[in-house]
């Protein structure tokens, strides 16, 4: 899944009280590869920015075992954990299907997970990607590169428009990250093509 686990994630992080909506997210001055990360995050910056050691942070605070079981309870993709807190939705071992996300997100905006109406509501406010007057996309990229396979890249979320709220799931297979643009931009030229965006 890559950083789309951040939807779930913050939905865990939030119920474990490891942050909050108004949290400070210090930066430990480490030197990483995005500038978008090198500051101090709120959560709306954190998953805004795709900020990796950001959740990686909330990994730790929360573990392996408490993972494993929120895993279970929200039925998201193959369940796995694995061993590495800092890694396992990155290139460890959890799998998710295009289908499979889509089905984890029609319970999100139905409110069917477990968890808190307060949180579902934060997190589909920090999930706003694009704001129009006719419709609004509700979504989160994601880059993953599982052991000398393609980059795989994510586009996962809903619209919401006149005519009705829609639900995607994109993913890009790329030689590299140069592509990873693509993910988004395919996305809304099919939303476009089929008249959900106007």
Same mark, same amino acid.
């Given at each position: 899944?890559?950083?789309?686990?951040?939807?779930?994630?913050?939905?865990?992080?939030?119920?474990?009280?490891?942050?909050?909506?108004?949290?400070?997210?210090?930066?430990? &001055? #480490?030197? =990483?590869?995005?500038?978008?990360?090198?500051? %101090?995050?709120? @959560?709306?910056?954190?998953?805004?920015?795709?900020?990796?050691?950001?959740?990686?942070?909330?990994?730790?605070?929360?573990?392996?075992?408490?993972?494993?079981?929120?895993?279970?309870?929200?039925?998201?993709?193959?369940? &796995? #954990?694995? =061993?590495?807190?800092?890694?396992?939705?990155? %290139?460890?071992? @959890?799998?998710?299907?295009?289908?499979?996300?889509?089905?984890?997100?029609?319970?999100?905006?139905?409110?069917?997970?477990?968890?808190?109406?307060?949180?579902?509501?934060?997190?589909?406010?920090?999930?706003?990607d694009e704001e129009k007057s006719t419709y609004t996309i509700y979504a989160k990229t994601g880059w993953a590169v599982p052991k000398d396979l393609e980059h795989h890249g994510w586009y996962v979320g809903y619209v919401e428009s006149s005519s009705g709220v829609y639900f995607f799931a994109t993913n890009v297979l790329t030689p590299s990250n140069q592509q990873l643009y693509l993910r988004k931009?395919?996305?809304?030229?099919?939303?476009?093509?089929?008249?959900?965006?106007?």
């Amino acid at each position: 899944p890559g950083s789309t686990f951040k939807i779930p994630n913050t939905l865990i992080a939030l119920d474990q009280g490891v942050v909050d909506e108004n949290s400070i997210i210090v930066w430990d &001055k #480490v030197e =990483r590869m995005l500038p978008s990360w090198n500051q %101090d995050q709120t @959560l709306e910056s954190a998953f805004k920015n795709s900020c990796v050691w950001c959740y990686q942070r909330f990994a730790r605070g929360i573990g392996l075992e408490k993972y494993q079981s929120y895993l279970k309870k929200l039925h998201y993709g193959n369940e &796995k #954990v694995g =061993r590495d807190i800092e890694r396992f939705w990155l %290139d460890g071992e @959890l799998r998710i299907s295009a289908y499979e996300q889509i089905a984890f997100l029609k319970k999100l905006y139905l409110n069917q997970l477990p968890f808190s109406l307060e949180h579902l509501t934060l997190l589909k406010k920090i999930m706003i990607d694009e704001e129009k007057s006719t419709y609004t996309i509700y979504a989160k990229t994601g880059w993953a590169v599982p052991k000398d396979l393609e980059h795989h890249g994510w586009y996962v979320g809903y619209v919401e428009s006149s005519s009705g709220v829609y639900f995607f799931a994109t993913n890009v297979l790329t030689p590299s990250n140069q592509q990873l643009y693509l993910r988004k931009l395919v996305t809304l030229a099919v939303l476009k093509s089929k008249g959900i965006l106007e």
